[in-house]
């Protein structure tokens, strides 16, 4: 599919100009065209081009001072591509256009068709820095607002807090509960950083088995083990001059937690079965929803390792401990998730509203979230009420009484039927249970104990 754009020519030469616009036209791009180099400037300054293409010899300016008056009168965001031509090419002139920013430049004379190619190359190049910009901007507004959601004293802390840290290469340890939001503040430290052009690597330690975790973290040669058929990079040399993510650190076998100890105090690791040791230059971002302090006392986790990983500590509170952020959340999420699902939302029952801040939310803004996206898919019209909420997608049978009263009974109801049909798919293995219900074992212990399901 061809890139069509608005594009301005700037050259003395009325026939050349008139031919080179014609030919711009019938390749579909929008094309506007002056004489006057002075004409071509003011023209830049008024309208917003994706490309303009000028001439180097003329009698009011040159080109090149034309690229260079706009280069330095243009933010760079903002600025259009630039193509130089001329009949008098020089090394000095290229270079001095391409250090001025022109992408490329024609010698006179050029055949229509390389004008076409280039021109093609040069506006699909503007749109995809058009793209980078905009995916930037989002990230970088996400990372204003936060993409955590509280207007609570502890999470405007806490924000303050990432803020900082995001200045510095720190190694920083998130603990909280499963469901606080622990990769999302790892990701924003990692998109506020001086590293956020470069990768972040996120490991989720739990969710890989021991026998091949080091090999992921730290990769592997080709014959180092059964099954190792290619040499592979590891997550660290991947995340080389970015940032690594170890999600559930507190799963680490204590081999593994020796070695990356080494990683954090040398700098450097080696992979299994290589002779060669690899330096790297990654920040590292742990995170556990263990007691790590705890596990250090009773010899579960190197000490060493835990306080190289406290290094900026970060603590995510439990949505129950802030519940003044409730209100904003469900708001959040009902507009995410209409938006996604084409469903017209206007807003949330007052009861319902009532019953969601009274609720305690063991597994904190992830549960919250799940529920909201629920009761956005089955909302009858466009206002949920207590009746919406179901995670199975039965209506929850009606009760009397309160809306707050009825919309807690759903929940409840919901919440065992949920852990009934997951156990029972799951032929009673919690960890498998756990997996399908898309929650850690300790918040499956949690409800299991809470409704005394055996």
Known sequence: MRHRGSILLVDDEEKILKALGRALRDAGHEVLETTSAREGQRLLAERTFDLFIVDNVMPEKSGLDL?????????????????????????????????????????????????????????????????????????????????????????????????????????????????????????????????????????????????????????????????????????????????????????????????????????????????????VDVRVIAASNRDLRQMVAEGKFQEDLFYRLNVIPIELPPLRERREDIPALVDHFVRKHAQRTGRRIDRVDDGVRAALQQYDWPGNVRELENTIERAVVLAEGPVITARAVSVVGVAAPQTTGLPSLRLRQNIEWVERETIRRALESARGVKKDAAELMGISQRALSYYLAKYRID
């Open 67 to 279: 690229i260079r008056d706009y280069v330095a009168a243009t933010p760079e965001g903002e600025r259009a591509q630039a193509l130089m031509m001329t009949a008098h090419a020089t090394i000095e002139s290229a270079i001095e256009a391409m250090k001025l920013g022109a992408l490329d430049y024609l010698q006179k004379p050029f055949e229509i068709d390389e004008l076409l190619m280039v021109v093609r190359r040069a506006l699909d190049h503007q749109r995809l820095r058009t793209e980078y910009r905009y995916l930037r901007s989002e990230r970088d507004e996400q990372f204003d607002h936060y993409g955590i959601i509280g207007r609570s004293r502890v999470m405007e802390e806490l924000i303050r807090r990432a803020e900082r840290v995001a200045a510095t290469k720190s190694t920083v340890l998130i603990t909280g509960e499963t469901g606080t939001g622990k990769e999302l503040v790892a990701r924003a430290i990692h998109n506020r950083s001086a590293q956020r052009d470069m990768p972040l690597i996120k490991v989720n330690c739990a969710a890989i088995p021991e026998s091949l975790l080091e090999s992921e973290l730290f990769g592997h040669v080709r014959g180092a083990f059964t099954g190792a058929m290619a040499t592979k990079k590891g997550k660290f040399a991947l995340a080389d001059g970015g940032t690594i993510f170890l999600d559930e650190i507190g799963t680490m076998s204590p081999a593994l937690q020796s070695k990356l100890l080494r990683v954090l105090q040398e700098r450097e690791f080696e992979p299994l079965g290589a002779e060669r040791t690899e330096r």
